[in-house]
């Protein structure tokens, strides 16, 4: 089948109808100029070029067959069984051939788990930087969101590994979370939460007692996502220790033993959830479960907190394929249906709407690209950009997933009634957009760790302001103008930010000020990106996207006053057409009133 590339459908044999059409048959990737701009920008050409075909698949791949296995794999979720087909007690969850499809395709074909812990993924003779590997999970997140878990666990699970865990253990277990031949990879999972306390992890009560050379483990994990991985990484207490998560353990727990049989914990049950139906999450009890102890065990939450961290980036980034792909959705929609004579696209009210979801996609994507990269320079060893890091990975994670849920309940209401309805991606969409803001940390707890931890214990904000007044000096094409005006909210988004962390009684600000920094951050981005993609290919309207997180995202706003000027029509006409827009046009829009 032809590909589309855009949102219009002119073949006769797309339109379905009445009816808007659907993105069926697009190509994610060739949609997407925004993702090879910022890709071009953060990843050196020899990379670059070396995935772009690779990219290029996934995005055609994503746009179709997977989406279709996707929409399967959440019609028919997991069953979970307690013996096998002999009558032996052998617990197994059995998936719809759909959902084994998506995972050949994550694991097998493209190895997204792998890519940046293991050389040689895809051809390349390197591991990849964070940003290539952030490539691909946007890409295929655009299909299925459900599997996005457990690829993300298993590459934490293996990174954990190989940053903590003993010779011993690495010899035994990174190979299989590592591998792409389906016959030999070993999935991950991470099981921290307990009953007590999903957010208030030190209040669990899962116990390990030492045995010769392992653990046995014993209680209850109340959510585990990838309930039957081969290799889990888990928190418990070793009998004796401390209270509070001072007091943790790391472990690793296999599924079978050295004999082949299985560990001693039972999945007792499998969660019916909202979204994410196609990917198992169950509760488990331990009962004398054998593990292995994980780096130094008075260290486990300190460790476990990397792996949360990746995964906190890592649902910044499928957050943000949501709204790409709802962004995807409400256009096709938009500039295919027609109402009272017009498309939706050429009505003042349904633009209105387009460029509420195009601005916040937008500030996603680079907002997780601007981490991701933070994230690979930080491993190359810079303080400053593990700083920027330790920042910028909480406000992503807090503000992209509320933008997910809103985003993807206004593509869904983009395409009317049958948005609703389980027949069109939408309706999965906003299913699972709602799970961005709870696992690996709720709204609540992420921005309370941007401010109290990031800001108030650690001073990243330091390194945050001092990275954003660096990207606008080095934007001199874009007008000073325009660059006065983010320097200044920069010192105030970071002086609001200090303030809340520094007084016990504004905790209540703390998503507030977690948004500030957010919009702050991804408008300065945004015009940074401007410039280089401007160098590129002459177009700067990223720059615009800036503006229209000034003006409706950092401005107090009168209630009453009219907001539809000509200006703010101008640039939607802009970002909602085609052609690139030069430098000088937009710098005109840019300062207009
Ligand atoms: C589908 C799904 C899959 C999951 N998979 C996994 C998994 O694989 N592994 C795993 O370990 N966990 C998993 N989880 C669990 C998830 O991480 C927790 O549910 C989450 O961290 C919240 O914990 P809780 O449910 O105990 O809620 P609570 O911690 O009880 O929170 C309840 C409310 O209190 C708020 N709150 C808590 N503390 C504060 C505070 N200090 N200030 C203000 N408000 C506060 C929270 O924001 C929340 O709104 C999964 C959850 C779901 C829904």
Known sequence: MQQRTGHDVTAAADRPGLMAPDTSGMNFYRADPALTDLLRIHLPDRIFNHIEPHLDRLGGLAGGYLDECARLADRHPPVLHQRDRFGRDVQ???YHPAYRELEKAAFGEFGIHAMSIRKGVLGWPDKYPVVAKHAFTFLFNQAEFGLGCPINVTDGCANLLANFGSDALKAKYLDG???TNMAKLTQGGQFMTEKEGGSDVGTLTTSAVQE???????GEKWFCSNADAEVVMLLARPRGAEGGTRGVGLFLMPRRLDDGSQNHYRIVRLKDKLG???MASGEIKLEGAIAYAVGNLDRGFVQMAEMVNSSRLSNGVKSTALMRRAYHDAMTVARNRSVFGSRIVDLPLGRRQLMKIALATEQALSMSFLTADA????????QDAAALLRILTPILKFRATRDAR???GDALEMRGGIGYIEEFATSRLLRD???GSIWEGTGNIVALDALKRAVGRHGADGALAADLHARLDDSAAVPQAWRDRLHGLTDRAIGFAREVASRAEKEAEARRATSLLYHVASAVGLAWEAQRIHERRGDARRLLLS???VDHRLSAGDPFRLTENATQAAIADRLLGEPPVGMAEVGELLVAA
Do not use: P, Q, Y
């Not at 050379?213 to 014993?218: E, I, V």
């Not at 994230?375 to 810079?382: F, K, Q, T, V």
């Open 276 to 278: 994410t139906r196609s």
């Open 212 to 218: 010769g050379n392992h653990w046995r483990l014993s």
């Open 547 to 549: 503006r229209l997180v």
């Open 375 to 382: 994230l690979d320079r930080a491993e190359a060893g810079s």
């Open 406 to 408: 809103k985003v993807c």
């Open 92 to 94: 197994w969850i059995e």
């Open 433 to 435: 957009a709602h799970l």
């Open 177 to 179: 979370l590592t591998e």
